[in-house]
């Protein structure tokens, strides 16, 4: 029922005091590069995947720090593992074994 | 010959018969446990190779060569070969022509198993007997034959330069003992039977030394001494086998019938990856194939010491070790023995656990195939008639990241005067060898029924492929009955003899780097040749075909960074330049922009310089 003509958006703000950040702190330690993307988008760009599900590897990063792991996993799921985001990358990431950590690490039942 | 005992038993025999019954046994229940550990449909593979007189006779003419002549080590390096072939052929001779002489002249005693071994201890010679001296004749030789090689073997730990190999490996302590005890087994026999030559006969070797033994050692107490300190070392040697890196030696003989019945390594650790691992010989010439180990810090994750790894169940190691990996496949082709290093890695990935598993249920394969059909009429479903070929051109990932492949591809199609279609224009889904090679194998069947269900659909009847990380999997995994996969190289090569393109010559000289995927991967090396000397002079590399030294930029690789690859990317660099090359060509996306981030000379697929010669005659 929108009388306004307009609508409010749910807020997107995210406490991150309330965000687990324990599984990411995990990621970094097994995966230093994690931290150094830059966000270019150069892995989103390339990404055969980004058709299907969105996926790009600078977002997953992004949602994971932020605790919106639902989200990563989303973009995760038509991830190929081609190793085109691994080539294209100017940090030199070795985006795919990255690919894997995560794979190991978070678990979509695990979720609180 | 004349017993010299009645029993035809002395203590001294005691340390060989224990190694002996202990490496027999385990020798058996090894080899029963192997079997047992293969699935169900492999055993019966196994079974029936043994009845087909044809596979039977590569069997037995494999034993021969490898086993015994070490011919693949041969054709390395002369001295290496003879080093091995004298140890193994040699030794196999003496137990033979024992057995021999114990039928001939005590066949009473032919179920005491140590008796052909200690024979001369226990016999004397008689007048009657001399005819005997063209086996003692033979017994010195092939003893002189083995002597031979363990002075080349001691040589070889200290200079192994000489023989061929820059690095060897280190040997574990079990490794050390069994090395020794090895050493120690011939000089030692040759020393026994010296003592007793004046009693039991003996030929050029034992005789001579007899009279000089003689000559300052005149108490024939002496002789028992030498024998136990030759039965000792034999036991001490066969109790550490299954210890050491001498185990090959049985394991060998069981992989060699399971290699040529066609069974592959499916679980990780058991059966048939098990015999892999306890037939490596611990020889190390993986160590110098390896174009990781350029970089000295990688030398510890070869082939030889995966398999080591998992002997010792060192988890954390085996887990590094296959995860380094290229994948390259060159310790596959250099072995001597024909240990997997890939297939093997691939298994140590494919058990681990992931918690996260991509799924592509959701992609729309119709939607991908309105993007490139062209063979199908729409309306009722039929294959449109076309005397032409129908081909369907999957250009795969990483063509797409060097867009100068498809492009040169696709305009010498169409000089070809070709029907064609690009089936991943607009980005399509990833052939699933990526996936593979990471050892996700359910995840990357997923990916090949989506394919296989776009290919089947879309009525075209050639797959080309300008990839061959994608050609490996289209040709191993695919099922795509009645359409042909057919990597562009080959096809140009065809298209050339049937005269459908011509190129037009120049004096450019060119180096063509054999990718692994193509060359140690499906084998093909002629064709991509041939082209390349239609278009202009073909220099060799140093290391080429089977060969050939891996760009460094492998998906194959998952821990490899960015960083650690430039050392092998420009060791593979040196390789191909030998010979001064103008361009270096290659037939995969992937060396193709690894070599050209750090290459002097320009890097060229072979697409694309077909495409410039056969533009240059149109002028």
Known sequence: MNIFGFRISPSSAINLDNVDKERFRELCRIEPDAVRCMACGSCSATCPAAGFSGMSVRKVLLYLQRGKEEEAFKLMSNCMLCGKCTMVCPRGINTRHLILSICRIYDKEEKK | ?619
């Not at chain 2, 010296?194 to 003996?202: C, E, H, K, L, P």
Request: glycine share 6%; net charge positive.
């Open chain 2, 1 to 619: 010959m004349r017993e010299i005992y009645l029993s035809g038993y002395n203590n001294f025999v005691l340390p060989f018969m224990i190694g002996m019954i202990f490496v027999l046994s385990w020798c058996v229940i090894g080899a029963a446990r192997i079997i047992l550990q293969l699935t169900g449909e492999d055993r019966k593979k196994f079974f029936l190779s043994l009845i087909n007189p044809k596979i039977m006779a590569k069997n037995v003419r494999d034993w021969f060569c490898d086993c015994l002549f070490h011919v693949k080590l041969w054709k390395r390096n002369m001295l290496l070969g003879y080093m091995h072939s004298s140890i193994a052929f040699g030794w196999f001779m003496l137990i033979v022509i024992g057995h021999i002489e114990v039928f001939l002249y005590t066949p009473q005693r032919v179920h005491q198993i140590w008796y052909p071994i200690f024979f001369r201890y226990f016999v004397a010679v008689t007048d009657s007997t001399m005819k005997g001296s063209f086996f003692f004749f033979l017994m010195d030789f092939f003893l002189l034959v083995i002597l031979s090689g363990i002075i080349l073997a001691i040589i070889k730990r200290a200079r192994s330069r000489f023989f061929g190999m820059r690095r060897t490996t280190n040997p574990s302590i079990t490794d050390l003992i069994g090395l020794y005890s090895l050493w120690c087994i011939f000089p030692l026999r040759l020393l026994a039977e010296g003592f007793t030559a004046d009693i039991s006969g003996g030929s050029f070797l034992t005789k001579s030394l007899n009279m000089v033994l003689h000559s300052f050692l005149s108490d024939q107490m002496n002789m028992l001494p030498t024998w136990w300190a030759y039965s000792i070392a034999l036991g001490v040697f066969m109790c550490i086998l299954p210890f050491s890196r001498y185990m090959h030696i049985p394991a060998e003989i069981l992989l060699i019938p399971m290699r040529n019945a066609g069974i592959k390594v499916t679980h990780a650790r058991k059966g048939y990856a098990k015999l892999q691992v306890y037939s490596c010989p611990s020889c190390g010439v993986c160590i110098d194939a390896c174009p990781m180990s350029t970089v000295k810090a990688n030398t510890k994750d070869t082939t030889v010491y995966l398999n080591r790894q998992i002997k010792r169940y060192n988890e954390r190691r085996i887990e590094e070790i296959s995860d380094k990996c290229l994948l390259c496949g060159k310790c596959t082709a250099v072995c001597p023995v024909g240990v997997q290093g890939d297939m093997m890695r691939i298994a140590q990935r494919s058990v681990r656990k992931y918690k996260l598993a991509p799924s592509y249920a959701n992609i729309d394969e119709n939607a991908l195939l309105e993007r490139c059909n062209k063979f199908v009429n729409t309306s009722n479903n039929t294959v449109t008639s076309d005397r032409n070929q129908r081909v369907m051109y999957f250009a795969g990932c990483m063509t797409s990241l060097t867009p100068s492949i498809s492009k040169s591809t696709a305009a010498i199609l169409q000089k070809a005067g070709i029907r064609f279609e690009i089936m991943d224009k607009d980005g399509g889904i990833c052939c699933g060898r990526p996936m593979f090679m990471a050892g996700r194998i359910a995840q990357a069947k997923e990916m090949i029924e989506k394919n296989t269900a776009i290919i089947k659909a879309s009525g075209a009847d050639t797959l080309l492929l300008s990839c061959p990380i994608c050609y490996k999997i289209f040709k191993e995994q695919y099922q795509l009955e009645g359409i042909e996969v057919i990597h562009h190289t080959e096809f140009f090569d065809r298209l050339i003899e049937s005269g459908k393109i011509t190129l037009n010559g120049s004096d450019t000289r060119y180096v063509y780097h054999d990718p692994c995927e193509l060359g140690r991967g499906c084998g093909i090396y002629e064709q991509p040749r041939n082209v390349v000397r239609k278009a202009g002079e073909l220099v060799e590399a140093e290391k080429h075909g089977k060969e050939s030294i891996c760009c460094g930029g492998s998906l194959g690789s998952l821990t490899l960074g960015f960083d650690k690859r430039k050392a092998l990317t420009e060791n593979a660099l040196a390789n191909l330049t030998i010979a001064s090359p103008d361009t270096i060509v290659t037939a995969c996306p992937l060396c193709r922009s690894t070599f050209n981030r750090y290459s002097d000379i320009p890097v060229k697929d072979i697409a694309e310089i077909v495409d410039e010669a056969t533009r240059k005659k149109k002028r």
